[in-house]
Nanobody, 116 residues
Framework: EVQLVESGGGLVQPGGSLRLSCAAS????????MSWYRQAPGKERELVAA????????NYADSVKGRFTISRDNAKNTVYLQMNGLKPEDTAVYYC?????????WGKGPLVTVSS
């Protein structure tokens, strides 16, 4: 079965940094696009970043461009989201995502809170 196990959520002060990790299993990780989504309180879930299978192409939401970096280590079946210059507006539940055989799979979505 497909599993996406996230880690790295927590509390960070404005301007600080945090790295999220998503360890994947149950599919051919190295062949699939991986994405990070987030959902803030009272808001719809939105795409934050995506990365192609080889890691050469990435895409970011305008709100995080220049501050967040998505990367992957195919040998470890893991995708990362490095978040720098965090703002209170970044507070949200962050989800790792993959579409496999027409079905969307999601991590459990740890909360990231940016506050002093």
């Amino acid at each position: 079965e497909v599993q996406l196990v996230e880690s790295g959520g927590g509390l960070v002060q404005p301007g600080g940094s945090l790295r999220l990790s998503c360890a994947a299993s149950g599919f051919t990780f190295s062949r699939d696009i991986m994405s990070w989504y987030r959902q803030a309180p009272g808001k719809e879930r939105e795409l934050v970043a995506a990365i192609t299978s080889a890691g050469g192409l990435t895409n970011y939401a305008d709100s995080v461009k220049g501050r967040f970096t998505i990367s992957r280590d195919n040998a470890k079946n893991t995708v990362y989201l490095q978040m720098n210059g965090l703002k209170p507006e970044d507070t949200a539940v962050y989800y790792c995502q993959v579409r496999f055989t027409g079905v969307d799979y999601w991590g459990k979505g740890p909360l990231v809170t940016v506050s002093s």
